[in-house]
T-cell receptor, first 115, second 110 residues
Framework: DTAVSQTPKYLVTQMGNDKSIKCEQNLGHDTMYWYKQDSKKFLKIMFSYNNKELIINETVPNRFSPKSPDKAHLNLHINSLELGDSAVYFC??????????????FGPGTRLTVL | EDQVTQSPEALRLQEGESSSLNCSYTVSGLRGLFWYRQDPGKGPEFLFTLYSAGEEKEKERLKATLTKKESFLHITAPKPEDSATYLCAVREAGDYKLSFGAGTTVTVRA
């Protein structure tokens, strides 16, 4: 039973294309996150949703847009892909956003390569 | 500004050779310090949360400690399966997000 799953695992695409990455969690958590991990392994928060409400929106290009159809799903849409978007994108979830138990559980990652 | 700094960047150990990893942080009010393990090609795996100075937590050969400025992850008598990148992250008071350090990559040779 996968707790946090992402699809696809690998995504290779051309510059200028639009793509989506999907994330689902079956932990019953209220909060979900998107992170970007660059080539230097540095993990940086992009967005977070709590019960379908956007609570974290870091400084990322407008080409990136998260969508949460329900609290178990958080998708990431990327328009007009650029070379610099190549990275590994991780989805994560936690029980609550602001409570003391904020352990985040991560998915396996989606490696995006823009050619 | 970097809130979390981890050292060393890389650590090579012989099996059984104990060592420590450092995570120093600069936040105005700590709401939690988190340690994760990341294997190549996988997502980070949660290890510990520490909330206040003096707190310690253990799991198998790993022990995490916390002071007001830094945390240490001690690896006692490591085995090759302990090879991984260890990530430290902090949550600041009034904030929802975790700020991660760049990680320490540990390699344990048999």
């Amino acid at each position: 039973d996968t707790a946090v799953s992402q699809t696809p695992k690998y995504l290779v695409t051309q510059m200028g294309n639009d793509k989506s990455i999907k994330c689902e969690q079956n932990l019953g958590h209220d909060t979900m996150y998107w992170y970007k991990q660059d080539s230097k392994k540095f993990l940086k928060i992009m967005f977070s949703y709590n019960n379908k409400e956007l609570i974290i929106n870091e400084t990322v290009p407008n080409r990136f847009s998260p969508k949460s159809p329900d609290k178990a799903h958080l998708n990431l849409h990327i328009n007009s892909l650029e070379l610099g978007d190549s990275a590994v994108y991780f989805c994560a979830s936690s029980q609550a956003a602001g409570g003391p138990d904020n352990e985040q559980f991560f998915g396996p990652g989606t490696r995006l390569t823009v050619l | 500004e970097d809130q979390v700094t981890q050292s060393p960047e890389a650590l090579r150990l012989q099996e059984g050779e104990s060592s420590s990893l450092n995570c120093s942080y600069t936040v105005s009010g700590l709401r939690g310090l988190f340690w994760y393990r990341q294997d190549p090609g996988k997502g980070p795996e949660f290890l510990f949360t520490l909330y206040s100075a003096g707190e310690e937590k253990e799991k198998e050969r790993l022990k995490a400690t916390l002071t007001k400025k830094e945390s240490f992850l001690h690896i006692t008598a490591p085995k090759p399966e302990d090879s991984a990148t260890y990530l430290c992250a902090v949550r600041e008071a009034g904030d929802y997000k975790l700020s991660f350090g760049a990680g320490t990559t540990v390699t344990v040779r048999a």
